[in-house]
């Protein structure tokens, strides 16, 4: 429709000159001494028309012929740039084929041209990684630092800490990786990424309370998966209370979190430590404490290590809180194997015979087998006991 209006725009404006010239009778004497020029003033306006096209293309042209150089050099910095941009991708889809020297030496390409250096330098770090290259790897961390901060680009900069601390860590370099994380927490990024490395580093590098305190963190985010955090705290756990002193221990369990300290998982872990540091009664606490809400059987095993801890004199309390368990969990085989053993420690051979015979026929296990075959030798039933030690040996070591 535009066309079609600048069409008609353009014939009515053909018509108008041409009548404008018909019936216009001017004319326009030019005095160059000593002759005279006569032009009518149709052929003069027509003549000032064509003399400014040709006037205004000519300068166009000379700006043109002068601005050529640098149009020259626009042109090339363009296609080197192109060129560069190219290669930045070659290097992101060589890192992700898992062509590790494809990628980095089109990282070196990309960061030569001076095409997104900083992000560049990254790629090359990461590939040369990849391809066991420390020291180049080093280098190009070093030049992603360097380029973010020179560039004032605070997300590179980011990025370039993260992937050092990943890196390090990736090599067990545990301690390395845990300072660069703090260095990043410190410049104000915080965020899930680096609190899971961080997890996975403090793990490896013994710092259970820190580790305690962030694998809190990420549940609390629901940010890792509720394995991930049970092994994490499972793991601190039995840093915090292996090979310490009894002091020390004792302080320690005053600052576990209740609900923490009510997972078995955790009570496991805690409860093993201080049987080992000798410290039964408070090991007890903790076990009856998660015993008396829900049963658990590596508890209960825990549970009859404790009373194998004191004198036998002593067993009755820890029967009578079994048998009050045996209530609730009246077939449960580990509480009958427990109750058989706490009678054996107790001298009481006939209970002791009676309870782990229930329990292996609730559930054949190697364990109840074995303490059983002991109750024999104790009772000298050399026979029974070489039997049941055959079978014991016939079955899995867990059950």
Not at 72 to 100: M, S, T
Not at 144 to 173: G, K
């Amino acid at each position: 429709m535009r066309g079609l209006f600048w069409i008609l725009a353009l014939f009515a404006s053909a018509v108008g000159l041409s009548l404008v010239a018909r019936y216009n009778d001017g004319y326009v004497l030019l005095f160059i001494a000593p002759k005279r020029i006569e032009l009518s003033l149709t052929l003069f306006a027509i003549l000032q028309v064509a003399a400014f096209v040709v006037l205004y293309f000519f300068v166009r042209a000379a700006a043109y012929t002068l601005r050529l150089p640098d149009i020259v050099r626009e042109l090339r910095a363009k296609r080197k740039q192109a060129h560069a941009r190219h290669a930045l991708f070659d290097a992101i889809v060589g890192l992700y084929e898992g062509r590790y020297a494809r990628a980095e030496r089109a990282a070196r390409e990309a960061f030569n041209a001076g095409e997104d250096r900083a992000l560049a330098a990254l790629i090359g770090a990461r590939a040369a990684h990849l391809l066991n290259q420390g020291a180049m790897r080093d280098q190009w961390l070093d030049h992603a630092i360097a380029r973010a901060q020179d560039e004032s680009a605070r997300p590179l900069l980011h990025a370039a800490l993260m992937t050092r601390a990943e890196l390090l860590a990736d090599e067990h370099r545990d301690t390395e990786a845990l300072a660069v994380l703090g260095e990043l927490n410190r410049s104000g990024a915080r965020h899930i990424a680096a609190q899971r490395l961080a997890l996975k580093s403090m793990t490896r590098a013994g710092a259970w309370e820190d580790a305690l305190k962030t694998a809190r963190q990420l549940e609390e985010h629901r940010a890792i998966h509720p394995a991930v955090t049970e092994r994490s705290r499972e793991l601190a756990y039995a840093g915090l209370f292996a090979a310490a002193d009894p002091p020390l221990l004792r302080e320690r369990l005053r600052r576990v979190p209740r609900e923490e300290l009510h997972m078995a998982p955790v009570a496991r872990t805690v409860a093993r430590g201080l049987v080992s540091a000798g410290l039964v009664d408070e090991a007890r606490v903790v076990i009856e404490s998660v015993l008396d809400e829900h049963w658990d059987e590596g508890l209960a095993g825990l549970y009859a290590d404790c009373a194998g801890a004191v004198p036998g004199a002593e067993i009755g309390p820890f029967l009578e809180r079994c048998e009050s368990w045996r209530q609730r969990h009246a077939r449960e085989p580990s509480l009958l194997l427990v109750l058989g053993r706490l009678c054996a420690i107790a001298g009481l051979w006939g209970k002791a015979q009676a309870y782990l015979e229930q329990s292996i026929e609730v559930r054949q296990d190697a364990r109840a087998h074995v303490e059983l075959a002991r109750v024999f030798e104790g009772t000298g039933r050399a026979g029974d006991a070489a039997r049941h030690y055959r079978m014991a040996a016939l079955l899995p070591a867990g059950g």
